[in-house]
């Protein structure tokens, strides 16, 4: 593997068959044909494809099943025990990607939703105007998710929100990338939408697999967050563009441009409970709520006297008899 990457200008089925061994990745990032005549696509988003890269290679609908269960079984077999797979799918096809998902034994974590601009415009249905991405691991191993990589548990917003368990939500709305006037491929996923996943579900030094590279948008986003990139792309069109592409790519770069979570040290988080920590909860909070405190600012103190966070002392205020 070299400092940008490795990647392979055929079949990605029989090419990680021949070239990559079991158990060796850590993240599949991937987004595969749709079946839908998507060398096609333009008549639908009446779009101009003057700078779309040709070559773009479907699967015929009647053979969609199949090539999805021998691409998953692959992903699956490269997977190492604890990795994690990430599949944008739309509907068309979404529930031979579900089905051969369970068959490949991997284990559901979440559906998510993801919603941005410009969807199909149609007269006489709703507007679709989302994808799928089915998150899913391979069990047997320690799972990689980094809860505040992008925000700290404690960390308030607007209107005392929290700011990470907006961006942990199973509905993403992240744009689609404008690029006039530059070369593309068609449906290539926002650089945004991306690090989201990496961050979440690898760290720095992962390898990171796409099974079908398409413009190398997982590819640049991993190199540029300091991950091992590794994939297929079929596309000779596609693929030469892509390499070059990679060549422009600062390893890291991506890195100077995340914004630093703050994270609060909590020494007594998921700990179980002692009597005398319930004693103390119970005095205490008793004493600030008639020393005129509300109760968020009673909180607030109790988690910084307990090393607890906010809705650990809440569930256990509920379960003591505080009046």
């Known amino acids: 593997m070299s400092e940008r990457g490795l990647f392979y200008n055929e079949d990605c089925i029989e090419g990680c068959r021949r070239r990559i061994p079991d158990a060796s990745v850590d993240l599949i990032i991937t987004d595969p044909p749709y079946g839908i005549e998507g060398d096609k696509l333009h008549r639908h988003y009446n779009r101009k494809e003057e ?31 604890g ?21 490949a034994s991997l284990k559901e974590v979440n559906h998510i939703i993801w919603k941005y601009n410009f969807g199909i415009f149609t007269r006489k249905k709703f507007i679709s105007a989302h994808y799928h991405i089915l998150y899913y691991i391979k069990p047997g191993g320690n799972v990689t998710f980094n809860t ?18 907006r961006d942990r939500e199973d509905v993403w709305i992240i744009n689609r990338e404008n690029k006039p006037g530059r070369a593309k491929n068609k449906n290539e996923l926002p650089t945004e939408l991306l690090i989201k996943m ?5 760290n720095e030094g992962d390898l990171i697999c796409d099974l079908f590279l398409g413009g190398f948008s997982t590819a640049r986003a991993a190199l540029g967050l300091n991950r091992r990139p590794l994939g297929f792309e079929l596309s000779k069109t596609a693929f030469e563009h892509g390499v070059q592409s990679m060549k422009k790519i600062e390893p890291g ?9 703050i994270i609060r040290n909590l020494p007594n988080q998921g700990r179980e409970w002692t009597d005398a920590d319930k004693d103390y909860l119970t005095a205490r909070f008793r004493e ?12 607030e103190i109790l988690s910084h006297e307990l090393g607890r966070g906010k809705w650990s002392l809440i569930k256990a205020l509920d379960s003591l008899p505080l009046r």
């Not at 969609?64 to 692959?74: H, L, V």
């Not at 990795?83 to 068959?103: D, F, M, P, W």
């Not at 990496?198 to 690898?202: D, F, G, L, V």
């Not at 991506?254 to 979570?261: C, D, G, T, W």
Request: aromatic fraction near 12%; include cysteine; charge should be positive.
């Open 253 to 261: 770069y991506l890195l100077r441009e995340l914004r630093s979570p």
């Open 198 to 202: 990496i961050q979440y579900s690898s």
């Open 51 to 81: 700078y779309v890269l040709e070559g773009y290679i479907e699967v015929p609908a009647k053979k969609y099943p199949e090539f999805t269960r021998a691409w998953i079984s692959e992903a699956a077999r490269i997977l190492r025990p």
């Open 83 to 103: 990795g994690t797979i990430y599949v944008v799918s739309g509907y068309t096809n979404l529930i031979h990607i579900i089905s051969a998902l369970q068959n």
């Open 148 to 165: 505040e990589c992008r925000y700290g548990l404690a960390e308030k917003g607007k209107h005392d929100s929290s700011p990470n368990y």
């Open 288 to 299: 600030l709520q008639m020393s005129g405190k509300t109760k968020k600012m009673s909180l």
